[in-house]
């Protein structure tokens, strides 16, 4: 089983640093124009089902990759951003950072010591949200040898395989946030999966 696994393109919120989470921002141009270049990129791989994020901004990545593929597209929330609650829209862009709380950018710098905002979600249940939701996918004998693609978010997807590989909370963003429209590739057999690679982008 191949797991395709790709971060949407940009939006207006990720260049202006604005707190993104479960607020539902569409792509930009730019954004659009990744997608489309990404979907350039994986345009000889056969998928067989495709899931999303039901926000707009990954919905509409998913689109764009799809293509002229006749596969429905499937919402879930495992796929969903974390929640930032009452912070969402605020700025962490130096010069502009608005955030009620001075120690926010934990979130980014020391995970382990991230307060989760009003409203919010912590990074202990994003990790465990996504998570169960590819293991879900992975541990089902009916998709073995199946192609898949999700389309999800920066802190989603570092969520997910964090919590894949067990690691705690301070570990979070190992690896880095991947960059829009980046594409990361699952293999998994029986359980058990490797990381074929990470954080690839096709433009």
Known sequence: MDIYLIRHGETDYNKKKRLQGVTDIPLNAQGIALAEKTAAGLRDISFDRIYTSPLIRARRTA?????????????????????FGDYEGLSVLDGHYN?????????????????????????????KRTAAFIQGIMNDPANEGLTFLMASHGAAIRGMLSGLQGLP??????????????????????????????NKIYY
């Open 63 to 83: 689109e764009i990759i799809r293509g002229n593929r006749e596969i429905e597209i499937v919402e879930t929330d495992g796929l969903k951003e974390i929640s």
């Open 99 to 127: 955030i009620p709380d001075p120690d926010f950018c934990d979130f980014f710098n020391r995970p382990e010591k991230y307060h989760t905002p009003p409203g919010g979600e912590s990074i202990e249940h994003l990790q």
């Open 169 to 198: 909370a301070a570990q979070l963003w190992n690896g880095g946030v991947h960059k829009n429209c980046a594409v990361t590739l699952l293999r998994a057999e029986r359980g058990s999966f490797e990381i074929v690679f990470e």
